[in-house]
């Protein structure tokens, strides 16, 4: 019986494996640079967890199952679900601002394509209890941060910000509220993968009249790209008085974020862009998503403010805000900028090579010893030349090989080769468990 | 509504989570320095691969439906399947030996208790094509230094040796072949759990008569502990001329093994004891599990020879032999050594202290500089007074306090304070490019 894969899952052999673990290491080592904390929850949860969240339309992309305890259960489609229900749970023993980050798998049952699997990896950043700014400015710094840290320069990439208040606020002058603004937000969030005539057709169906108008004027509103253009736009917006105080309030705001942004690593990869809305519901404020700088591919990462979700799922109240990078388009891109290219499977330390087997036990014990403190050690699993042995050694690319029982040997010395520069001395096996750190750093020299 | 974590699953808060990031990083710093590669497979599979490998009687433990697709697939139980469909597939192109580890996540649906989860980690850990005892050595010592590398001395385990062909020479040389004899070894695995009579009863199940005799010669043979009695029991068994050859190399390669051990880690841990014979039917060699010493709790690791397996699942013929880790009984032995005791959250190098508002922007940018240099830094997300602000750099641990902004300063210096040593300096601002490596290797002295 022959087996395969399950379409849009992903066997990763050594070299592929290699790469994942580098994009895990620099997400990890990026999230503890500005002293977030990991967590993680678990991939298969309660069912209702996703449909409270998203609606039920939800399960149309999800692998979800009755148990054999007849519970309806899902793999988590995306881990904010999971996170807000533990935040929520601990709310009150935990330290404020919650800054946290996670690296795990996620599933969606969808059509795998360039830049989408049914099985993805995600790093997922999130900053609980902080309302203001300055969790959003470091959260989006961050992201530019992780990005940099694969070898990415700031001109590679362009995070384009939002603000899902503002769109309330003009939708809100334009007399359009409640679940009506919701449609409108998630009609503008596909504008950029849809037809204009599409759009326009979909606008008409939430507004009375004037959906050919209305277009106009997002589309106006879609093309600015400077805080002052924005700042106009918000300060002549037909509001009452209380919606006109909020927009003065949110220019603040604004202000706050891009200044405190101006300081930090993103400083020139932004871009005001209020085509930007998140398609989900739950966002609530500032929203942004990071693309290659050409526009190509799909969105590397996404997030925004989602300050009700605690309290949907059964916390108490609690400001958040988080981001997601997934582990595709973001391979692709740095498969594309050469930047995965010297990424492969590590090399030994040393290799042992064995030319008399009545030394092997001596071989063997050296082997465990060097193990034991940490370094990587090869040793042969069956006995063959000493010449083919070499040519293995050169093969795994070990640093040192360790050579045993050649003539004139006596079972007390060991030959060390340094296999990048070609040298070799004899030293005495009882050194072996003190000068590999100084080999390994600057090759043999002299005894 | 409320949510809560499924029956068997785990929350990983940041405490929880630092330890099992400590375990996986254990894990996998004891197998690259046996330079075995790390790989990974899906964990989600067809449910006819687990069927294929263990007989349909697996469904009853498995989590398994039916996806979007209409396949019939399967939260893998375990590795091995996955990694033997993998290794078939490329079984040409992949240089031999193959020595590979992985650490992921595995599902089965059984009743919760103590040292058993419905999601646990496993570290596993195998090798193809080396059909020698040297092969099983390897994984042997691997798992002894695994065990090591977390503190436990040899002394706290026991890795209990056995082997499927002895067992197999045994049966044959009272009768017992093919089906038979995979029976009986089932009973044989289960007897240590089980009630001697009810053990008598299933094997009178498969026997025709003489099941009390039969036992009392198991019981005999399960308490050998040396390697002079098993040699002898080998060389006594009624045998055809064939089987008395076999019975012969076995001696020899036994010998090998435990001559290869005695140069290990594991030489103090060892115990021959046959009354370990791993349940599963694929086994076909050498089987081993380790315990913690004193007998307590459940496995900590087994694995063993499983020549046979790759080829059944649709590849080459190719011998193998491996171990699984898990992370559940593990966890429970270490914190009953106390050696999980100092693994916490990682503290932050730096912690920003921001004394006067109209210098954020320079401590901002520090900040970022030192994240960019990979430099763990905590910055304030609100303002709040220094006195509050330095509790805080206590509590989350920070090494060094950067102040900024306090009398007398000016917006090119800064504080450096040494929070453990209680020391502080005022610096040149510029210096925080170059001085924090020494800084945090050896405290602030004298500039």
């Known amino acids: 019986m022959q087996f395969t894969t399950l379409p849009g899952f992903r066997d990763f052999y050594p070299d592929l494996c290699s790469r994942k673990v580098h994009i895990f290491d620099t997400w990890r080592k990026s999230a503890q640079s500005f002293n977030f904390l990991e967590y993680d929850a678990p991939i298969l949860e309660p069912l209702d967890l996703y449909i409270e969240k998203s ?23 995306e881990l904010t679900p999971s996170l807000a229900r533990m935040v929520g749970a601990k ?7 919650i800054k946290w980050f996670n690296i795990g798998e996620n599933f969606r049952y969808e059509r795998p394509q360039k830049g989408r699997l049914r099985s993805f990896y995600q790093f997922n950043a999130d900053i609980f209890g902080e309302s203001g700014p300055a969790a959003d400015a470091e959260l989006i710094s961050l992201l530019g941060n992780t990005l940099q840290a694969f070898g990415l320069k700031d001109s590679d990439f362009t995070i384009r910000l939002s603000d899902r208040d503002i769109w309330l606020l003009i939708l809100s002058s334009e007399g359009i509220h409640g679940a009506d603004a919701t449609l409108v937000l ?56 209380v919606r006109a105080e909020q927009a003065k309030l949110r220019i603040s705001q604004w202000d706050d974020l891009l200044s405190l942004l101006s300081n930090t690593c993103v400083s020139n990869s932004l871009q005001i862009d209020l085509s930007i ?20 591919g799909r969105a590397l990462a996404g997030g925004g403010r989602y300050d009700s979700l605690v309290q949907k799922l059964g916390g108490p109240e609690m400001p958040a805000t988080g981001f997601a990078m997934g582990d595709v388009t973001l391979s692709n891109l740095l498969e594309d900028s050469d930047l995965l290219d010297d990424i492969c499977v590590k090399s030994p330390d040393f290799i042992v090579i064995i030319a008399a087997s009545d ?55 060991v030959i060390v080769r340094d296999l990048k520069n070609k040298v070799e001395h004899v030293f005495a ?19």
């Open 55 to 77: 609606g039920s339309e939800i399960t149309g992309q999800l692998f979800n199952f009755q148990d054999r305890g007849d519970r309806s259960v899902a793999l988590r489609p």
């Open 277 to 296: 809305v998140r398609g989900l519901a739950y966002y609530t404020g500032f929203v942004f998503e990071a693309f290659e700088s050409g526009g190509k």
């Open 186 to 241: 998630g009609i503008i969030d596909k504008m950029e993968r849809s037809d204009r005539s599409q759009s326009i057709k979909l606008l008409s169906g939430v507004l009375n009249n004037g959906a050919e108008d209305f277009m106009i004027m997002i589309e106006k509103i879609m093309s600015i790209r400077d805080f002052a253009s924005l700042r106009d736009l918000l300060l002549n917006l037909k509001l009452d008085s």
């Open 429 to 447: 096996r009882e050194l072996l468990s003190e000068l590999p750190k100084d080999w390994l750093a600057n090759g043999i020299t002299a005894k």
């Open 359 to 413: 030394i092997s036990n001596e071989a063997l014990k050296d082997t465990t010893m060097l193990r034991s403190l940490g370094y990587s050690v090869e040793y042969p699993l069956k006995l063959s030349s000493v010449s083919k042995q070499l040519k293995e050694a050169n093969r795994v690319g070990a640093t040192i090989a360790l050579i045993y029982g050649t003539e004139n040997q006596i079972s007390n010395n």
């Open 91 to 97: 709310a009150n023993s935990l330290k404020r601002p």
